[in-house]
Antibody
């Protein structure tokens, strides 16, 4: 069974930092794109960042570029999100998620087939 | 950047009704369009991928169609357990950036 378990969320002051972690199990972690998606209170879903299977490619939404860094450790089967210079508008539940494969068997970062339960990040003074 | 316009933002229907949600992309996205269901306090769940493919284990009353810029998601016969918010989501096969629609909250009348 695929499992994604996030940790590291919490309350942080504006300008502060947090590092989110996601422990993966039940699948070959090194064979999948991984993604962070967030959801502000009462709002919709927003893609934050994703990372290729081997970590060689990383992509970010414009609003977090230069502040957030996505990384992974395929030996530890873990995904990370280092968040610096946090702002009030970063307050959200952060989901760790797995990219699937297309019907043609090609890795598809954009087809998100498994999600973690989410971890709450609150940026407030 | 590609924008996704989803409508309606909410709807109320009776059990057994046919429910339709639309999603329009600001430019041609081929069939790179997925649909998710999110129940309150839970993570989203993939229902339809690549516009019309039903994810394994998803009931057949859910379906999707469309290509290019206009897409439709349908629940053929609304069930009480289908109460949720539904999101469309586009992706790019060359540059893996992702955009979600604004969501449609489905309620029972």
């Amino acid at each position: 069974e695929v499992q994604l378990v996030e940790s590291g969320g919490g309350l942080v002051q504006p300008g502060g930092s947090l590092r989110l972690s996601c422990a993966a199990s039940g699948f070959t972690f090194s064979s999948y794109w991984m993604t962070w998606v967030r959801q502000a209170p009462g709002k919709g879903l927003q893609w934050v960042a994703n990372i290729k299977e081997d970590g060689s490619e990383k992509y970010y939404v414009d609003s977090v570029k230069g502040r957030f860094t996505i990384s992974r450790d395929n030996v530890k089967k873990s995904l990370y999100l280092q968040m610096n210079s946090l702002r009030a508008e970063d307050t959200a539940v952060y989901y760790c998620a797995r990219g699937s494969y297309s019907a043609q068997g090609i890795p598809a970062a954009g087809i998100i087939d498994h999600w973690g339960q989410g971890t709450q990040v609150t940026v407030s003074s | 950047d590609i924008q996704m316009t989803q409508s309606p933002s909410s709807l109320s229907a009776s059990v057994g009704d046919r429910v339709t949600i639309t999603c329009q992309a600001s430019q041609d996205i081929s069939n790179y369009l997925n649909w998710y269901q999110q129940k309150p306090g839970k993570a989203p769940k993939l229902l339809i991928y690549d516009a019309s493919n039903l994810e394994t284990g998803v009931p057949s009353r859910f379906s999707g169609s469309g290509f290019g810029t206009d897409f439709t998601f349908t629940i053929s016969s609304l069930q009480p357990e289908d109460i949720a918010t539904y999101f469309c989501q586009q992706y790019d096969d060359l540059l893996p950036e992702i955009t979600f629609g604004g969501g449609t909250k489905v309620e029972i009348k």
